[in-house]
């Protein structure tokens, strides 16, 4: 049980530092979603806990904003 929840988180880490995905929420533009995310990594960051704790609050701070984490669309060239 402890493997599987810790394979789970691991892949949900992962999967937030993927260079191809973003923060997304309907009607939010991108200045708006970036001070959203920037004022949840100043808050988690008051709290002084160890960095795979501390992306993992940001990640929670950003969903209960109503943003989704999602794969970015890969431009046309």
């Not at 789970?8 to 999967?15: F, G, Q």
């Not at 929420?25 to 988690?44: G, L, R």
């Not at 960095?51 to 209960?64: D, N």
């Amino acid at each position: 049980m402890k493997f599987a929840l810790t394979s789970v988180i691991l892949l949900a880490l992962s999967a937030c530092s993927s260079p191809n995905a973003e923060w997304v929420k309907p009607q939010a533009s991108k200045d708006e979603t970036y001070t959203q995310f920037s004022e949840c990594s100043y808050q988690v960051g008051l709290a002084k806990v160890a960095e795979p704790q501390r992306e993992l609050m940001v990640a929670h701070c950003m969903r209960g904003k109503g943003y989704r984490y999602v794969a970015a669309p890969v431009p046309v060239r």
